[in-house]
């Protein structure tokens, strides 16, 4: 129901994201109602945010060129009250991601960081194997990590995974369902990223809103997974997130 | 018919354009015989130009750098008789896109200027309501304030929506057809100003040509739009753009 | 069997790549079990290469600020003995690309040149009517081109084309097959240079690991023309990747 409500409110959501991803970014957002807009030259990410509904920050591909709008349009968000979300795409993977990584958060308020569990250690400098931008592996409580990170940075924490975890840093929900596909697809979980920051500008609890968006994700990787071959599953994601934010 | 005469000429076309669409417009140039190259580095752009056949500047996602190309570019290809082509995506959401677009117009000699209305009120200065890189809503004559900036910068103008227009600045065309759906996948839009450009290396009128042009994006539209979920719909662009551009 | 061994080793590939194939390229190393990472700011891609398995370099989209990475990477690469594969874009189209290319190949070593007969001529200082980043037309023995280039730069080489040639400068290979539409599709070859990149974590020849890969990349075109159109065509290359390095 959360991408159905989302559509009923088509917020406008810039995203400051990685060039890996922004074209399915795009259509993902297009594809429940929502409007996408790309921007991270500085000169012109305040002026573009100011607009917007929501804010996403992602560090995929980050440069220092993009790096420097990215605080430039969280600063400006924060200062309008604009819900930011951060992806910290691969935050333990480099010395500068994590440096990047940890600047935005001593800077920036953000409504949500949405990772995977290896990103969720490298922000709480829990050891943990990253390998690369996927998730690794590695031993921790990753619930008591994430509310731990939720109440230092008093934000709301959704960690992705085969199940999902999403905490304010006192209540927690765990969200279950989806199909292994979507890790296996570049850019879902920048999309779901995205969509989260769509789904703040929804009435009501946000930690409900933002569980509701991971519930209905994993609606979307099942309805998807009728298709087994990667390259119709990505189609087919976005066809089920069509089909699901409009009730069908 | 349009599509079919490209796919004869085969032109190179030079797209300086946004890093959300790069992908979905190489592949729908290719899809009626076109050759895309991309490049954005002042170092490189000049070069590029020279062997192209036309040129797009589109300004969806400008940064400084890739700005400084346009104008490199731009200007090359006017020494050259390169036929230029500009998409000024979002020109009334931000200063900085604005200004950029007012200045690209005061040095750069365009063939087409292909937008929606709410880039084309940004560029008459005219009041609108734009949405981000959406056309947004306001009131303003049009084909009045197209036939307008026409005429003040010497150039065609196309302005994409429910119904099409073109114009010279004299002789004006309505192109009709077409499907909503075309609005809800990302560099729609951006792919026709490309394809645009290259109808530009076709013999005849130009304005007819990209009457033409428009003509047949609106079949594409239709064509594709037996698949009624985004993701397929993507797909089946690409698909009728082949089909079309091959005469079935 | 090369992409079904390449899904058993799972290599992490960092692409410093063009911005028109990024997100093609990571799904494509994902379809075949592959791990993707795109990082092209040089304050980041010194770690980043440190943990993959083998490095792209992808001249496509160049510019200054990537091209600075992409000797940072390189170099890193060599002293970690970590293999490099590069992919000289349109090295015939512009001075800048052939400039970038040839200092590349001076301070930088290569296990593999992947390209195209243009590409390929460029390198070798051989004449050459390129056509953009196309592989154009001209008069050359591309062996025996190939086989100089190979010899003299200590590293492979293989052009694609109707045939490809894979070569060491003594051992060469002529791998037939594949379909037409292939090159219809944009990034395609870039997409070979990348999971030629993950082939160099296989045991065994590299040469002939090469030549496995790019004969398996000929089936995934064969399987994937059942469909002619070419925005289902791009999909299924997907799919036969998917499919072909599963062992179906």
Same mark, same amino acid.
């Given at each position: 129901m959360s991408l159905y409500r989302i559509r009923k409110k088509s917020p406008l959501i810039h995203c400051i994201t990685n060039s890996v991803v922004t074209n399915f970014t795009a259509n993902g957002l297009l594809a429940i109602g929502a409007s996408p807009v790309m921007s991270d030259e500085p000169l012109d990410v305040e002026d573009m945010v100011s607009i917007a509904n929501g804010l996403l920050i992602n560090? /995929? !591909? $980050?440069?220092k060129h993009s790096v420097e709008a990215m605080f430039l349009a969280g600063k400006k968000a924060n200062g309008l009250d604009i819900p930011v979300v951060l992806d910290?795409? /691969? =935050? /333990? =993977? !480099?010395k500068y991601r994590k440096e990047v990584t940890d600047n935005l958060l001593k800077e920036i308020r953000f409504q949500l960081i949405r990772c995977n569990a290896g990103e969720l250690a490298a922000i709480a400098g829990v050891e943990w194997q990253a390998k690369g931008v996927d998730s690794g592996e590695g031993e921790m409580d990753i619930l008591q990590v994430a509310m731990e990170v939720a109440k230092g940075y008093q934000t709301i924490v959704a960690v992705s995974g085969k199940d999902d975890i999403v905490t304010d840093g006192n209540t927690h929900y765990i969200v279950s369902g989806g199909h292994e596909l979507m890790t296996q697809v570049t850019g879902t979980g920048c999309l779901l990223s995205a969509i989260c920051a769509a789904a703040?500008? $929804? *009435? /009501?609890n946000p930690l409900e809103n933002v569980r509701d968006v991971l519930a209905d994700y994993k609606k979307v990787a099942e309805r998807a997974s009728? *298709?087994?071959n990667l390259g119709s599953f990505q189609v087919e994601v976005l066809n089920a997130l069509h089909q699901i934010s409009r009730g069908e």
């Open positions: 560090i /995929g !591909t $980050l440069n910290p795409v /691969g =935050a /333990g =993977a !480099t703040f500008s $929804l *009435e /009501g009728k *298709e087994k």
